[in-house]
């Protein structure tokens, strides 16, 4: 448990806002870490001379502006930075071996991004037209390319169903602006990517997280939730789900899509790793097009940098979801849109998945290995590893020790929602490590951690 006492005096307002915005200064200073438990209520009082009220509306306040969060019976924890649970890219140290952020493997796609803004200036006609403001929705010829890239066997994507965004991120954003008001209940995954929080944090949108089990959403949990909170959407990631791995079979999908059908629940289906999985089932969208919404991205499988994705979406919603993007952004970039599609085109795209692939089953060979003695789920061509921890190893004890020891990881509490109960586990984003030298010592150092238990610690009664 964290010693850390906030000068409050320095901070002009009521006691409990001082302290949640003391909370948040200090997560950005690295006085607190995430997943580092609070003090408790009545601990912090005595300290800061206040009342136990003060504090747990100080606590509240700043679960709200998401810097915490709680689990019942167990404590007040650290989410993370200001814009909780966005991704945060540290600066390159080479005595840090960084496991914490789901990336592609970084690949040499310089000669690549060369030949291919190399062809477009070839055609002086069709750079002039980039520059000029185009369809919310984005060019058709766009919109065409991006839709071949999205389809799958036994789906076909069409142009017309489908609007361009700037990632995945942006695809959510739009999609909740659309069809949310503030104070509306969406569910999702009880834990789940994190960026989903920072958006429903900004548009003061209650997010209610659904029990999980080694596919994903557990039906009934739905069904009770839809009965309880009358949700105007359901998020989720049917395909290795972050953080757990977990794949939905074809029942699953199948149980999902009639709760939501049945209690007139929109689904948000993110598939942002859909390309790198070996093996899975149709996406939702495809077995139910007026339900789903479905969410494409390049990011994971050829470049994150490029900002693009796409949306595919039922007719009804088309309309609302243009306006937010044209309320968002007016417009994609038509340039960095033409570099990704020529990018597809050329098929230098398909290859550069090949590759990724290729590196990531290296990576996770490594990881099977080494972690063959532990609760480690590993499912094939996913960035990360989902690794229970064995007692008495708490999450937010493994994480501050493994970054202590120069290994950074998120632990399972980074990926709660609300209020759900995390259990202790972390993610080990082997994508991320430099290189397989990396790789290899950083997993070594978790092993020797896993082996060896938590330091023990003296207990203050």
Known sequence: MSEWVPDLTVIEGARYKALAKSIGEAIKLGELKVDERLPTHRALAEALEVTVGTVSRG???????????????????????????????????????????????????????????????????????????????????HREVLAGWFSKPLWRVTADKLIVTHGAQHGILVSLMALTRPGDVILSEGLTYPGLTAIT????????????????????????ACQRYQPKLLYCTPTLQNPTTAIMSLERRQDIIRICQQYNVLILEDDVNGPLA????????????????????????????????????????????????????????????????????????????????????????????KLSSFDAVITPFGFHVWLLLPEPWRASQFVKEAEHRGVLLKGAGTFAVGRFDAPHGVRIAISCARDIEQLDQGLDVLVEMLKAGPEPTLSVF
């Open 278 to 369: 070996e093996i899975s089932p149709l996406p939702l969208a495809a077995m139910a097009p007026e339900q789903v919404i479905y969410i494409g991205s390049l990011s994971k499988s050829l470049a994150a940098g490029l900002r693009i994705g796409a949306l595919v979406i039922p007719d009804n919603v088309r309309d609302r979801i243009a306006d937010s993007v044209r309320a968002s952004c007016w417009m994609v970039s038509p340039v960095v849109a033409e570099i990704a599609c020529e990018w597809i085109r050329s098929g230098r795209a398909e290859a550069q998945v090949v590759c990724q692939k290729q590196d990531i089953k290296l990576r996770q060979d490594i990881a099977r290995r």
């Open 201 to 224: 944090h900004q548009l003061k949108v209650e997010t209610q997280g659904l029990v999980l089990d080694k596919e994903g959403i557990v039906p009934s949990a739905l069904e009770a």
């Open 59 to 141: 606590y509240a306040e700043a679960e709200d502006r998401g810097f915490v969060y709680a689990v019942v019976g167990r404590g007040t924890f650290v989410r993370g930075n200001d814009e909780p649970g966005m991704l945060q890219i540290p600066e390159q140290n080479d005595a840090i071996i960084d496991f914490s952020l789901n990336l592609p493997v970084k690949l040499d796609k310089a000669d690549d991004l060369s030949s291919v803004m190399r062809d477009i200036s070839k055609r002086p006609g069709d750079m002039n037209k980039l520059l000029c403001y185009q369809p919310d929705v984005g060019l058709a010829e």
